[in-house]
């Protein structure tokens, strides 16, 4: 097809290309909305009995497989051997796209809560999963209600002997690693537990910031050697940020390469 008969169907093609990549997510939001109903029904029922958590951890676990198969979301996993079930930690990655959140969640072999924005618990569903589900809020714009959403944070650790996962940019940051802020750094400190740095890769392409589209595809989540604590103090809670952002840095690095089917040079 040439000429003025290319020119005209033009429009249509671009129409239908964009419906095509359009078309899955009619079928995929409902979906997962409908799931995450369910997940929150559920949490309702079960947790005057579950005082240990450990139903509660098992159905979220299963909310977040679930989000992932229905996106078409295929997870590589490295270096997960390296952690101890038993043992709690404060898990620190990288943040590109809202699939971040169940693929860590599937993925990590703890109990995990995370630290949110709080403009997340006043959105319609995704704030009564968040609250039922024992997650902690934190207020970005106000110095006092950020400290003490990470006091709460450290709380729950002691109280819970659940592992903690943060995002330290605190924003996605679709073309990379976000500069890190310290309240990771000071939570892992003040509770005495060892950090690990955790690398995302292929979220941004799986699920872009900014688009309708949901394109699915494979990640892969890469973890880090544990960081100990237990002798530093508050004051070194900037280096370790520094020392944090690096590793992810590198983690993300090594990642995408691997996705790419490419080696890193020697």
Known sequence: MTGPAQSAFRPVQSLWTCL???LPLLLKLPVCVLVTILL???????????????????????????????CHVRVKTVGLAILDPSEQYVFVSNHASWIDIPILLACLPHH?????????????LVGACLRRTG??????????????????????????RRSLLLFP?????PSGVGKFKDGAAYLAIRAKLPVVPVGLAGTARAMPRGSVRIQGGTVEVI?????????LTVTARGNLTKQLQERVLTLVAVSQHRLRGRQLPQ
């Open 40 to 70: 929150l029904i559920v949490t309702w029922i079960i947790r005057p009995f579950d005082r240990r958590g450990a139903w509660l951890r098992s159905f979220t676990v299963f909310w977040a497989k679930t989000i992932l198969w229905i």
């Open 223 to 231: 973890v880090g050697n544990p960081i100990r604590t237990a002798d």
């Open 20 to 22: 095509s990549g359009t």
């Open 169 to 173: 940019a605190g924003t996605r940051a």
């Open 135 to 160: 997650q902690v809020p934190v207020d970005r714009a106000n110095q006092q209600g950020f400290v003490d959403g990470l006091k709460k944070a450290v709380e729950a650790l002691t109280q819970n």
């Open 112 to 124: 995990v809560t995370f630290v949110a924005k709080r403009e997340l618990f006043r959105m319609p």
